[in-house]
């Protein structure tokens, strides 16, 4: 294809690691640093990751997730995922968030020199049985309890600061119009125009509140493939997964982000999913009533990057194409049936 993303584009997708290379970590380092670091030995499986690397460790009676950093992420920015975990756990403990497994000395985490001139960083965090989110048709009571949990994260994380918390992140809401780049990657003119639809939206919606819009560090990526849930418990959630784009950004974009997943689903209510989850995200956390018309249109871009960003991905790692094009696909799909609805019908409901 031969297509560029852009210049910016471009310098978020590099400080987001997303062009980092995938190289493998020794095994019998890895080995090493977690006997002598954690106490741990035993069995590893290596696990996807759109960034670095995650194993899981079978140790004795206990199951772990081993994860080491991008080679290219900054120290600051790894440390910054890791404290706003310690954060939560030490200050809301009640929240079901994974929790860290400290060292033999009480550290988060450990640095790995690789000798090449690169420092990477280990981390190890307790495994948490469950099916993932994604895995279930989750009802309207589950919706609500999982949006509850979130708005729960949001108020917690109000007072937390962190030095590398205003970092750029390519998949912030913020960056939306720098995606622009990406359209031309959509084979379909009918996807195309679609995301232009979006594009002009957004302009003409958020843009000009981004300004005022209320801000701090948010979890970035409250997805159904980043939580836990157990169906037959009474609180649903059982664990909050990847810390990875925590991120110093307008609070509403945070609710936007999971909203962006269950939208256009059925053809019937394309926005029901959305409603169920936002209810109980205001039952913890109420959305500030000027920002609220914000919502929709900050999901409906949202949606329209995790289609754009197929296409890229797709080009990066042709072995992988066949399945990032049809989940590009099912997001054009979703995208289309909520489009479909008027946008100040959409907020209505919100608003019940």
């Known amino acids: 294809m031969n297509k560029s993303p852009g210049v910016v584009l471009q310098r978020l997708l590099e400080e987001s690691c997303l062009l980092s290379s995938s190289e493998s970590i020794d095994a019998l380092l890895l080995k090493n640093i977690l006997e002598s670091n954690y106490g741990l030995s035993g069995n590893f499986e290596r696990w996807g990751s759109e960034k670095g690397h995650t194993f899981s460790l079978k140790a004795d009676a206990n199951e772990y997730l081993v994860k080491v950093s991008p ?67 989750a009802n309207v009571e589950q919706l609500t309890k999982a949006g509850d949990v979130l708005g729960r994260v949001n108020v917690a994380l109000r007072s937390f600061r962190h030095p590398a918390a205003g970092r750029s992140l390519v998949y912030d809401i913020r960056h939306f119009l720098d995606w622009a780049g990406l359209v031309e990657y959509a084979p379909d003119p009918k996807h195309r125009l679609l995301a ?64 962006a997943h269950l939208i256009g689903r059925s053809q019937d209510h394309p926005w029901q999913d959305a409603v169920a989850f936002v209810a109980g995200y205001e039952q913890s956390r109420p959305i500030n009533n000027s920002e609220l018309p914000l919502l929709p249109v900050s999901a409906l871009a949202r949606l329209t990057m995790l289609a754009l960003i197929r296409y890229w991905k797709a080009e990066c790692t042709p072995a992988q194409s066949e399945e990032l094009l049809a989940s590009a696909e099912y997001y054009w799909g979703n995208l289309e049936r909520a489009m479909a609805v008027p946008v100040d019908s959409v907020i209505a409901r919100f608003r019940c």
């Open 196 to 259: 232009q639809r979006v594009f002009n939206l957004f302009e003409e919606v958020v843009l000009p509140r981004l300004p005022s819009l209320e801000m701090q560090v948010i979890h970035g990526d409250y997805a159904p493939n980043n939580v836990v849930v157990d169906p037959h418990s009474d609180g649903f959630v059982k664990t909050i997964l990847d810390f990875g784009d925590t991120v110093h950004s307008a609070v509403i974009f945070d609710p936007a982000n999971t909203v």
């Open 71 to 137: 080679s290219d992420e900054p120290q600051p920015v790894t440390a910054l995922q890791i404290a706003a975990m310690r954060y939560l756990d030490d200050t809301a403990h009640a929240l079901p968030i994974q929790r860290i497994t400290s060292t033999l000395d009480h550290r988060d985490s450990v640095p790995i020199d690789l000798g090449d001139g690169t420092c990477r960083t280990l981390s190890v965090f307790w495994f948490v049985e469950g099916l993932l989110w994604e895995q279930l048709d």
